[in-house]
């Protein structure tokens, strides 16, 4: 089973920072990885699918990158609304797609 | 659009079948999963069915008390869970995946279901 690993695991900033949020795989699983954002009493919605491919309708401050193990997720000027968990799932061998513990952003 | 129904409080051992209508897409070209999150924990992956019904795949904590299945008919998925454990307490979601085939993203969530195991 493919582990994925968060950090850190909570991330302290400002509105208009620069967030850098890390998913690790415990096995190459090339490019499949998706990142999530979910907000208090939501459903989660996906941002970025295949590692690097914004889902429809996500804000281009959204980008994410990485391959094989190391993936990253960056958000590069943090608006209010973006104060939310981030969650990594991985289809690169499954089952399980398997999710990361999340990672939450939260205004410092 | 995703509305799923049927959660509820239910005693350890009890069953449990949930639906989820969808509604605003061309439900039978796409795959479907269920996903879980306990209180005040992240995401877990619970089942997935391919969008003929014919390929389904489950996590190893539900894996023989979990059954998917579909209905293209009625635009519908159903979560039937058997042998019910305190363990399986979570709010349950139903999220459309961005293919036909098992093995997607999710790209369409539902708002979720609570299921509550306790005696």
Request: proline share 4%; net charge neutral; hydrophobic share 35%.
């Amino acid at each position: 089973e493919v582990v994925l690993t968060q950090l850190p695991a909570t991330l302290s900033l400002s509105p208009g920072d620069r967030a850098t949020l890390s998913c690790r795989a415990s096995q190459n699983i090339n490019n499949f990885l998706a990142w999530y954002q979910q907000k208090p009493g939501q459903a989660p919605r996906l941002l970025i699918y295949d590692a690097s491919n914004r889902a429809t309708g996500i804000p281009a401050r959204f980008s994410g990158s990485g391959s094989g193990t190391d993936f990253t997720l960056t958000i590069t000027s943090l608006e209010p609304e973006d104060f939310a968990v981030y969650y990594c799932q991985q289809r690169g061998n499954w089952p399980p797609l398997s999710f990361g513990g999340g990672t939450k952003v939260e205004i410092k | 659009q995703l509305l799923e129904s049927g959660g509820g409080l239910v005693q350890p051992g009890g069953s449990l079948r949930l639906s989820c209508a969808a509604s605003g897409f061309l439900f039978g070209r796409y795959a479907m999963t269920w996903v879980r999150q306990a209180p005040g924990k992240g995401l877990e992956w619970v089942s997935v069915i391919s969008g003929s019904g014919d390929s389904t795949d489950y996590a190893d904590s539900v894996k023989g008390r979990f059954a998917i299945s579909r209905d293209n008919s009625k635009n519908t998925v159903y979560l039937q869970m058997n042998s019910l454990r305190v363990e399986d307490t979570a709010l349950y979601f139903c999220a459309k995946d961005r293919g036909y085939t098992s093995g997607w993203f999710s790209d369409l969530w539902g708002q979720g279901i609570l299921v509550s195991v306790s005696s």
